[in-house]
Nanobody, 123 residues
Framework: QVQLVESGGGLVQPGGSLRLSCAAS????????IGWFRQAPGKEREGVLC????????YYAASVKDRFTISRDKAKNTVYLKMNSLKPENTAVYYC????????????????WGQGTQVTVSS
């Protein structure tokens, strides 16, 4: 059974940093594209950033391009989303999802999803 579990969210002040983790069981993440999505209060879920199995990164949210990075730890079967210089508008529930082929911004093309982790940016 495939399970993705996000962690690392929390309350952070504007300008701060967080590193979110997406840990997997029942699947080897290295063989998949891993996308990070987010859903802010009152808004639809949107794509943030994705890394394919070859390491190619695709940004879906232009506002995070210089502040968010994605990385893998194959030994830990985990993908990370490092978020720097956080802003209040980055407040959302962040989700990771896996896709067997290339990255995509379309949610329905992903296979499995985690339960999400809350990120709140506030002073």
């Amino acid at each position: 059974q495939v399970q993705l579990v996000e962690s690392g969210g929390g309350l952070v002040q504007p300008g701060g940093s967080l590193r979110l983790s997406c840990a997997a069981s029942g699947v080897t993440l290295a063989y998949y594209a891993i996308g990070w999505f987010r859903q802010a209060p009152g808004k639809e879920r949107e794509g943030v950033l994705c890394v394919d199995r070859f390491g190619v990164r695709t940004y879906y949210a232009a506002s995070v391009k210089d502040r968010f990075t994605i990385s893998r730890d194959k030994a830990k079967n985990t993908v990370y989303l490092k978020m720097n210089s956080l802003k209040p508008e980055n407040t959302a529930v962040y989700y990771c999802a896996n896709r067997l082929t290339a990255c995509s911004s379309r949610e329905f093309e992903y296979n499995s999803w985690g339960q999400g982790t809350q990120v709140t940016v506030s002073s």
